[in-house]
């Protein structure tokens, strides 16, 4: 059985830092992409960062500069440091993953990503 489970969110005040972390288990292909993936009330699903399986990476305009994505592959975990956080970065994150085929790049649009997990809440206030 396949899971992704997301910890770190909290409440913090804007200019502060939090690492959100997604525990993976269950997975047996080598070649993947994963990725945050975070959604506020009333606003759309937005893709922060990706994370393919040969290191490569890709962050939204938004985020840049400020997260950082990388991956344990001893503990299979997925993290998203988050530094100089504003309050428009407040919303539910998501972690999401899938297959990576041959050609194929890691795009942050969440339609593609099969498997997701349950969201950590992260909270900037100014």
């Known amino acids: 059985q396949v899971q992704l489970v997301e910890s770190g969110g909290g409440s913090v005040q804007a200019g502060g830092s939090l690492r959100l972390s997604c525990a993976a288990s269950?997975?047996?292909?080598?070649?993947?992409?994963m990725g945050w993936f975070r959604q506020a009330p009333g606003n759309e699903r937005e893709g922060v960062a990706t994370f393919a399986s040969d290191g490569s990476t890709s962050y939204a305009d938004s985020v840049k500069g400020r997260f950082t994505i990388s991956k344990d592959n001893g503990k299979n975990t997925l993290y998203l440091q988050m530094n100089s956080l504003k309050p428009e970065d407040t919303a539910m994150y998501y972690c999401?993953?899938?297959?990576?085929?041959?050609?194929?790049?890691?795009?942050?649009?969440?339609?593609?990503?099969?498997?997701w997990g349950q969201g950590t809440q992260v909270t900037v206030s100014s």
């Open positions: 999401a993953r899938r297959p990576k085929w041959v050609g194929d790049r890691c795009s942050r649009q969440g339609g593609e990503y099969y498997y």
């Open positions: 269950g997975f047996t292909s080598s070649n993947y992409c």
